[in-house]
């Protein structure tokens, strides 16, 4: 399946991942001039509360997508995009179903890290979001506005977590390093 624009991709995974909700947030500011930002985020909204009681170091997984051929510097915005709404996901709205505090303490008292992957292409992302949601890990997924380096709806990372490594590495354990 390929990924021609990111409402009908999140329509299929909604149907494919039974009782989580699907947000979009779109940009308003249409007079920001930073090429980096994007104007769509895209993620399947998970509670992650039955992961607090497992032990080991938290982490936030950031997954690249390699077939794009973006440069270094995009690919770090990407990323930043993906840590702060995953961050604002489970930090600041305390009526958003990904809020979840204790998970954050954790991540942040245990030194806030974030582990860049990389991952050949769009099916492979689909498949690791599917294994996330599954295990309750929150997700998201960066959706370019197009006006750089990639087309205008384009899925750049994936931001998993944070999350217990025990829980991560079930689903990334197979991806190397960005």
Known sequence: MSLENA????????????GNEIKKVEDK???????????EFVGIMV???SLNDIAGEVRM???VRNDLGMLKGKA???CAHAAVALYKQMRVDSNCESYNPTMINR???GGQAKIVLKCDNIEEIEELIMKAASLN???????????TQVASGSATVLGLGPAPRPIMDLVTSS???Y
Request: proline fraction near 0%.
């Open 29 to 39: 500011n249409e007079e920001e001039e930073d090429d980096e930002s994007e104007d």
């Open 137 to 147: 890990i929150n997700n998201y997924l960066v959706v370019d506005a197009g006006r």
């Open 107 to 109: 991540w942040e008292n």
């Open 7 to 18: 409402d009908g991709y999140v329509k299929e995974v909604v149907n494919e991942v039974e």
């Open 61 to 63: 997984v950031l997954i």
């Open 47 to 49: 509670n992650s509360n």
């Open 76 to 78: 770090a915005a990407q």
């Open 175 to 177: 991806l190397k390093l």
